[in-house]
């Protein structure tokens, strides 16, 4: 780990960690050119939540895309960015944000690398609509030449044990016995109530989604920025792995919150969810609220509840 392992207030080459209370483009001004290894955040998406303003769409890409093309100019020649987006809706009607945004950064001449979809279960239930359980990450380089470490993120094979069957490889393992290639899909779970991470803020980053992204796109001592800081996740990222973080947050309950939650990181005490841990099951975990009390013969009020209802809905059923 770093020898100085203080938060500072503003950015100089020689800190680790910098949190900057205050506009994102008042601390890139004063990052010097192709300094940032990675670029990682999740911006507003100008729906009006706590922290944001709603804007017209015009004007919130605008806002957008100035913040983008100063990312740009500091990010390194190796250096990738990640945007994660969900959707925009409004009056009911969704425009999702990776559609209006991509062009910005086809224009300042970046190249997509994936198109990474986020997907979990647990989210706000729509009436009128398929419940959304899903974002996507738009994973950007500023050249060909760029950082991606894949035996860092690797995940454990599902047939481990297969073999080539035919050619000069016969009998011997198909598997990379590092594991595979976690692919473009990434299932983690989201941030709600019973997560150990939760904090008060409405839409945060799980610290496993950014170690990912810091253990394959940088390397130790890297920078890792963030202009949407939240509450310190993706500084938090960095630091559990050697790099360096700074991020900028507009919100001082929140940049109090990023304060004490990097400050346990350096004590390591903060609680979170372990990279490799699979995702909750309830069935095989034999959560007894993943049994359907209407089809247990013991529930028999409930079942006979659910059977008027079931004729009433569909008399053709009878």
């Known amino acids: 780990m770093f020898n100085r392992m203080k938060i500072a207030e503003k950015f100089l080459p020689g800190e680790s960690l910098v949190l900057f209370q205050g506009d994102c483009l008042d601390l890139l001004k004063t990052i010097p050119d192709e300094t940032i290894q990675l670029v990682v955040t999740s911006p507003p998406y100008n729906i009006g939540k706590e922290y944001e303003k709603r804007l017209d769409i015009n004007l919130y890409v605008q806002q957008q895309k100035s913040i983008i093309t100063e990312c740009v100019r500091v990010l390194s020649k190796t250096g990738s960015i990640c945007w994660q987006v969900g959707n925009h809706v409004d009056n009911g ?97 989201n941030v709600k109530n019973n997560h150990i991470e939760k904090t008060e803020h409405p839409c945060q980053f799980p610290v496993e989604l950014i170690e990912r992204l810091v253990l394959s796109m940088t390397n130790e001592k890297d920078w890792v920025f963030d202009p949407f800081l939240g509450v310190g996740t993706s500084i938090i990222a960095a630091l559990r792995h050697n790099r360096r973080g700074v991020g900028a947050e507009l919100v001082p309950k929140y940049v109090k919150l990023a304060r004490q939650r990097i400050g346990q990181a350096i004590e390591g005490t903060l609680r979170t969810r372990p990279m490799e841990r699979p995702v909750y099951d309830p069935i095989k975990a034999g959560n007894s609220l993943s049994v359907s009390p209407w089809l247990t013969p013991t529930h028999s009020q409930t079942r006979e509840l659910f059977d008027s209802h079931s004729e009433v809905e569909n008399p053709a059923a009878r």
């Open 93 to 189: 009607a969704i425009l999702p944000l990776d559609s209006i945004l991509y062009p910005i950064f086809s224009e300042l001449e970046l190249r997509m690398r994936n198109r990474i979809v986020w997907h979990f279960e647990h989210g706000l239930h729509c009436n009128r609509r398929f419940s959304g359980r899903y974002e996507t990450i738009m994973w950007f380089t500023k050249s060909d030449e760029y950082v991606f470490n894949l035996d860092e993120v690797r995940v454990p094979q599902k047939y481990p044990g297969k073999k080539y069957f035919k050619g000069p490889k016969a009998g011997q393992y198909s598997c990379n016995p590092r594991g595979k290639n976690p692919s473009d899909i990434w299932i983690i779970p």
